[in-house]
């Protein structure tokens, strides 16, 4: 990547990192037991902007990927596997998940409303096993690359 390509997505980074710590800490500095409606506020801005960056991560490595499948052969090869190893991720994730409806606070209501239902718990439950999966590679490729020098 050039230059400018590479200061600008660090200024990117930046940004990103110094909003979520703002967001996170007017999160814990505005939730009390019980949750007040200005504590739900802050709550549902949390969860839309995690939403936003997981649609910015997952439009990046889908951009970056179909990018890399026209520039090379050898790199379309590399892509095609990412793309099937993060298929079986979320495979096995699935797989792994349940349909039993969650209980937690609120969660009458939100069974109540109708917003809570098996397949929702299902697909919540498939979503937070496909991060425990992520962020488990994550760690072991982190030890990984830093011990793989002392094996050669």
Same mark, same amino acid.
């Given at each position: 990547?050039?230059?400018?390509?590479?200061?600008?997505?660090?200024?990117?980074?930046?940004?990103?990192?110094?909003?979520?710590?703002?967001?996170?800490?007017?999160?814990?500095?505005?939730?009390?037991?019980?949750?007040?409606?200005?504590?739900?506020?802050?709550?549902?801005?949390?969860?839309?902007?995690?939403?936003?960056?997981?649609?910015?991560?997952?439009?990046?490595?889908?951009?970056?990927?179909?990018?890399?499948?026209?520039?090379?052969?050898?790199? #379309?090869?590399?892509?095609?596997?990412?793309?099937?190893?993060? #298929? #079986?991720?979320?495979?096995?994730?699935?797989?792994?998940?349940?349909?039993?409806?969650?209980?937690?606070?609120?969660?009458?209501?939100?069974?109540?409303?109708?917003?809570?239902?098996?397949?929702? #718990?299902?697909?919540?439950?498939?979503?937070?096993?496909?991060?425990?999966?992520?962020?488990?590679?994550?760690?072991?490729?982190?030890?990984?690359?830093?011990?793989?020098?002392?094996?050669?």
């Amino acid at each position: 990547m050039s230059k400018k390509v590479t200061t600008l997505l660090k200024v990117l980074l930046w940004v990103l990192m110094i909003t979520s710590a703002v967001l996170m800490v007017l999160l814990m500095s505005n939730l009390s037991d019980p949750i007040t409606e200005q504590g739900e506020q802050y709550i549902d801005l949390g969860l839309n902007w995690a939403y936003a960056l997981l649609a910015v991560v997952t439009g990046s490595a889908v951009l970056f990927s179909i990018r890399n499948l026209f520039l090379s052969g050898k790199k #379309a090869l590399y892509t095609i596997a990412g793309l099937v190893a993060l #298929a #079986a991720i979320f495979g096995i994730a699935w797989v792994m998940g349940s349909d039993a409806l969650p209980v937690f606070h609120g969660a009458d209501k939100l069974i109540a409303e109708g917003t809570l239902t098996a397949s929702v #718990a299902h697909v919540t439950d498939m979503l937070l096993n496909t991060t425990y999966i992520l962020m488990g590679l994550a760690v072991v490729s982190i030890v990984l690359s830093s011990t793989s020098r002392m094996w050669r």
